[in-house]
């Protein structure tokens, strides 16, 4: 390649690789379309391409489609063990997180492609968005306010879709002790470092823990006669929830042993195992929000890992076609992994006395993602 000039030109003639390395648009369209182990090695070529690559958005991504999940977060009963991840090829290891990051414990609150939102256990009102794959996380700025806005929290739930954008953002709920089940948000933005006011006061009757990020929004459920579930988009400019089906109320028996989240971009609901004998539905909503419809049934009834237990479901995995899909369930001594299609069991892990009365207190879907810099 040539690079024309003119006759009273007497700048050097460039190769075609410098002007590859010149041209900051070019790079960042090969750099956005490489793995993370090139990007970390070509962040040592110079400083400019150091700049350039850590200035890709804080997750880079080759895949921006929704991947399964590879495993399950357990956290521990003692707040200060680290959680474990359990992979589905039966391998475990811990997440360890640096001594800098909430040294005396921390607690898992959600979830959502791969990225955590976190609690500290020690430090009063302090929330953190880590990433298990980098073991990087950053620090989500305080609500104005002080400690009574800290105890009024009801729920921290996150919002990120890296098909769309780099960035994420945080649903903060908020009761207000004055009205009894009247809430109001507040969401803060990654892009901009801040949070903002969302809406007005809204009444509601579900466990705002309980969100899952589906479609652009977070959806929750409610198990009250009368309370009505709904979901919130935060880039939303009208800035109000908006109702949606309640799953079938036959299949709504306990508020604690169900299942309510997401799947390569599916939402699903399953509702609690009264009985050994029970057929279970699995319901998928509409995306248009038109109604909950039965996408399998599960007989659960003859099979010997079952029989005598009443155990909750951990749970749900898409897979590229529905032969794929399988659920995570656990007994009193083992996960297992159950086929859909084909009706099998797996034994994922066998657990020990010991783990079973410390390892577990809540599950949350571990995906695999890459990224660069900080959470």
């Given amino acids: 390649m040539k690079i024309s000039r003119t006759a009273g ?42 700049s350039l690559i850590s200035n890709l958005g804080i997750y880079h991504f080759r895949n921006p489609k929704p991947n399964p999940a590879i495993g399950l977060i357990f956290q521990c009963l003692n707040a200060t ?28 609150l959600n979830s959502c492609y791969g990225l955590l939102v976190c609690h500290s256990n020690k430090r009063r009102g302090i929330y953190y968005i880590f990433n298990p794959t980098t073991n990087k996380y950053s620090t989500i700025p305080q609500l104005d306010g002080g400690h009574w806005i800290q105890d009024s929290v009801c729920g921290m739930i996150l919002a990120f879709d890296p098909s ?5 953002k945080v649903v903060c709920v908020l009761g207000l002790g004055d009205v009894m089940g009247q809430y109001k948000f507040e969401v803060y933005s990654s892009k901009t470092s801040s949070w903002r006011k969302y809406g007005e006061p809204f009444t509601a009757e579900v466990n705002f823990q309980n969100g899952v990020y589906w479609n652009g929004s977070i959806h929750w459920i409610s198990f009250s006669k009368t309370g009505k579930s709904f979901y919130l988009n935060p880039d939303d400019d009208a800035r109000m929830p908006k109702v949606m089906p309640t799953p079938p109320r036959q299949d709504m028996i306990s508020t604690d042993k169900y299942y309510f989240g997401e799947s390569c971009d599916h939402l699903h609901f399953i ?68 086929n859909l299609a084909c009706g099998t069991f797996e034994i994922i892990d066998e657990l020990d006395d010991v783990e079973r009365h410390v390892k577990f207190r809540a599950e949350f879907s571990f995906q695999y993602i890459e990224c660069l810099g900080s959470a």
């Fill in 9 to 50: 030109d007497s700048l050097p003639e460039k190769s075609s690789a410098e002007i590859v390395a010149s041209i900051d648009d070019l790079l960042t369209e090969i750099f956005v379309r490489l793995p993370l182990n090139s990007l970390i090695h070509f962040k040592s070529v110079s400083k400019h391409w150091d």
């Fill in 81 to 108: 063990d680290h959680p474990h991840v359990l992979f589905f090829n039966k391998s475990i290891r811990k997440l360890n997180f640096t001594k800098d990051f909430c040294p005396r414990g921390i607690t898992i």
């Fill in 164 to 168: 769309k954008s780099p960035h994420y």
């Fill in 271 to 338: 509702g609690r195992i009264k009985t050994w004998k029970e057929i279970i539905n699995v319901y998928e909503m509409m995306r248009d929000y038109s109604e909950w419809f039965v996408k399998y049934t599960v007989d659960l009834s003859f099979n010997s890992y079952y029989i005598g237990h009443s155990f909750p479901i951990c749970t749900l995995v898409r897979g590229k076609k529905d032969d794929d899909t399988f659920l995570i369930l656990r007994t009193m001594r083992k996960i297992l992994q159950y």
